[in-house]
Nanobody
Framework: QVQLVESGGGLVQAGGSLKLSCTAS????????MGWFRQAPGKEREFVAA????????YYADSLKDRFAISRDSSKTTMFLEMNNLEPDDSALYYC??????????????????????WGQGTQVTVSS
C-alpha cells in the first residue's frame, strides 16, 4: 500500500491561492489514479478532483473546476492541487488518495471515496473572509 503525505495547506485570505502537494512514498506511483477530497467540520467527505496517472486525464467537481487545477509532476512522484480565488467555504481538511487498479467508468467511480485504497493524513486549508 502506498504511503501518501500531503503538504501546502495553511491560512489564506479570501481571493488568495494555495498549492497543495501529495507525495507518494517518495517514489514513482505506478497505480491507476490519485485524487483529492476534502472534509469540513460536520460535513461529509467531498470529491474535489482526480487524475489518471498514465495519461493525466483529469476529473473535477463541477463547482470547483473553474478555480482548482489538479496535476502531477513528470517524475510521477507528486500530485498537486492548485487552488485559486479561494472562498471561506473552501476551508476544510484536504486529503489525497490513491487507487491502484483500473476501473470502468472512471468519470463516475473516481469521484467516490470508497474507490481509493490509500489515504494521506490531510492538510488543513483555512480561508478567512
Amino acid at each position: 500500500q502506498v504511503q501518501l503525505v500531503e503538504s501546502g495547506g495553511g491560512l489564506v485570505q479570501a481571493g488568495g491561492s494555495l498549492k497543495l502537494s501529495c507525495t507518494a512514498s517518495g517514489r514513482a506511483f505506478s497505480g491507476y489514479a490519485m485524487g483529492w477530497f476534502r472534509q469540513a467540520p460536520g460535513k461529509e467527505r467531498e470529491f474535489v478532483a482526480a487524475i489518471r496517472w498514465s495519461d493525466s486525464i483529469t476529473y473535477y467537481a463541477d463547482s470547483l473546476k473553474d478555480r482548482f487545477a489538479i496535476s502531477r509532476d513528470s517524475s510521477k512522484t507528486t500530485m498537486f492541487l492548485e487552488m485559486n480565488n479561494l472562498e471561506p467555504d473552501d476551508s476544510a481538511l484536504y486529503y489525497c488518495a490513491a487507487r491502484q487498479n483500473r476501473i470502468a467508468s472512471p468519470s463516475y467511480y473516481l469521484r467516490q471515496a470508497y474507490q481509493y485504497y490509500s489515504w494521506g493524513q490531510g492538510t488543513q486549508v483555512t480561508v478567512s473572509s
